[in-house]
């Protein structure tokens, strides 16, 4: 059975690209075929930790959702790029990082609709065991489609009152969509804070499972989304952490 993992914040900036490259990374060397959609159309940014550049972009989900052609045409198999540790495989699906194409979807919007259709295609076309949605950030219909039809939502936040309020609405609309898993993940946080003490407070705070505290790393920031982190640094303390989540989501 298939799973929908969307990895969503209230606020840009918190690391949810990361997060779900990561996620789909980690999935991928246990074996299991990953899909990655980027529904972030207005700026879309995860084809760069995969190493898939503009020019290689035939495609993308931009013209799936305005007919010009079916999903799995949108998908590039990254997973040759990404080493030979990966057992199964992984599917990106890009949104255009073309200013003119950009500047379209803010002016035109597009069939919020096709995209449950386009999902729904990409698990079935592909063979997929796992289908991760990177979304726009905040709410709107878009990002509630994509946490409608979640297994699970992974939500990410930093020690900040703009992200915690944030997260306290989206928490709230998630439980009114009766999203099956709901899972945590507090990033950046600076290392002079007690780890532990941030899991127990986030959790009692939101009532809602912390699966990881993510410690501001200084590789993470040098590695300026060149590539994937857990395969660059497999034994740091980051991708452990990235692990856990990986983890508990397979669970």
Request: hydrophobic share 40%; aromatic share 6%.
């Amino acid at each position: 059975m298939s799973k929908i993992i969307s990895v969503h914040s209230f606020r840009g900036g918190t690391g949810k690209s990361n997060t779900s490259a990561n996620l789909a990374y980690l999935c991928a060397v246990s074996g299991l075929r990953v899909g990655v959609v980027d529904t972030d159309i207005q700026s879309p940014g995860i084809h760069v930790l995969f190493g898939l550049d503009e020019e290689h972009m035939v495609r993308s989900l931009n013209d799936y959702l305005w007919g010009k052609c079916a999903i799995e045409e949108t998908a590039y198999d990254v997973t040759a790029s990404l080493g030979a540790e990966i057992k199964g495989s992984i599917y990106l699906i890009p949104s255009s990082i073309k200013a003119g194409e950009i500047a379209r979807v803010l002016r035109e919007g597009y069939d919020v609709g096709l995209l449950n259709d386009g999902f729904e295609a990409l698990i079935e076309k592909l063979k997929l065991d796992m289908l991760v949605i990177d979304t726009h950030p905040g709410l709107n219909e878009e990002t509630l489609l994509s946490i409608a039809i979640s297994d699970t939502l992974v939500l990410i936040l930093r020690p900040d009152q703009q992200d915690y309020q944030g997260t306290s609405v989206t928490v709230e609309v998630a439980r009114k969509l009766d999203v099956p898993q709901m899972l945590l993940m507090v990033n950046k946080v600076p290392e002079t804070y007690d780890m532990n003490v941030v899991k127990q407070e986030v959790e009692k705070n939101y009532n809602c499972e912390v699966v990881a505290v993510i410690p501001h790393s200084n590789d993470l920031m040098s590695l300026a989304s060149s590539g994937i982190f857990s395969q660059k640094y497999p034994d740091h303390p980051v991708t452990q952490k990235y692990q856990q989540l990986a983890n508990r989501v397979l669970a």
